[in-house]
């Protein structure tokens, strides 16, 4: 029995092939549909001097463009985070007629032509739309204003941070909240202190996903943006503008302050959902 080989040991039934295979196909996929595109923009700088570069990048109008997009992205953001809340919490916790038809409406910005968004909300929010006509009355402009911007990204990030908090919400066990009432807590204080630690972590995910589609959003903000140079002129049009030009030199310099802003941004989100994790972890 000595000469005969140990009997064959299965180590799993793993649905997917093993680590090296399954980690060089993720390899490969991110190489092709991340990794190389994004090297492919420091590879179209390959001949632009520094000077040529710091030149485009902190000119007057592109860093106009800055200051519109990142402002109105991270008031959208905020905006959305606490009406997103609100509406994963009505969609989870109430049974009402219609919920589902309102649980998939959320996911409509996902499904819309951004295009067909952004003419629906310019005509919607113009001096003689629905919306925009109420306004007007009492002398607020929304079109054509950084008000408009920040509502068109409001639309497309609101999605976001629902679909992040809802999952978290419908696995919270509800006897946490039942002993924090019985233990003589009140909604606001059950809320404030159980739930909303829990959901944190959640809402933190929204915030970066909702900010990063809207600094990065053309179609549904660029016709409620009327792009007016130093007022409503976003940085994705100035690229556009960039390209139509055929100088792609100064787009790609515009796009990677984008990309380097962005993943600070999300890299940022990250360490502090960590730590936030951490904290939860200790107590």
């Known amino acids: 029995m000595s000469g005969l080989k140990a009997p064959f040991r299965r180590r799993g039934n793993n649905v997917i092939p093993g680590f090296g295979l399954s980690m060089g196909v993720t390899l490969t996929m991110l190489s092709l549909i991340v990794l190389i595109p994004l090297a492919s923009v ?5 001949d632009y001097s ?24 991270g008031i959208a953001a905020c905006v959305n985070v ?14 009402f007629p219609g919920r589902r038809i309102l649980d998939g409406l959320i996911e409509l910005p996902f499904a819309l032509p951004t295009a067909v968004a952004g003419i629906a909300l310019t005509t919607l ?25 920040t509502i068109a990204m409001i639309f497309i990030g609101i999605p976001f941070v629902v ?31 159980v739930v909303l630690p829990e ?11 909702a900010f990063a589609r809207s600094v990065g959003e053309y179609g549904s903000v660029v016709f409620i943006a009327g792009n007016i140079p130093y007022k409503t002129q976003i940085t994705p049009l100035i690229i556009m503008n960039k390209l139509e030009q055929f100088n792609y030199p100064a787009a790609t310099s515009i ?9 600070l941004v999300l890299f940022g989100i990250n360490l502090l959902q960590s730590k936030i994790n951490k904290i939860a972890r200790g107590s």
């Not at 509406?87 to 109430?94: C, D, E, G, S």
């Not at 796009?255 to 993943?263: P, R, T």
């Open 42 to 46: 420091l590879l179209v700088l390959r």
């Open 50 to 73: 520094f000077a040529e570069f710091w030149r485009v990048v902190a000119d007057k109008q592109t860093l106009a463009t800055y200051r519109i997009s990142l402002s109105c992205a």
């Open 82 to 95: 606490v009406f997103g809340v609100l509406l994963a919490w009505v969609i989870t916790r109430y049974k």
């Open 125 to 149: 929010y113009s001096d003689k739309g629905w919306i925009g006509s109420l306004f007007d009355k009492i002398g607020v402009k929304i079109s054509y204003t950084t008000k408009g911007i």
């Open 163 to 193: 679909r992040s908090i809802q999952p978290v919400l419908e696995k919270l066990d509800p006897q946490y909240e039942e002993a924090a009432a019985v233990l003589g807590a009140g909604r606001a204080e059950t809320f404030f202190r």
């Open 199 to 209: 959901l944190l972590p959640a809402a933190l995910t929204g915030f970066a996903l």
């Open 255 to 263: 796009a990677l302050v984008m990309i380097v802003f962005s993943f």
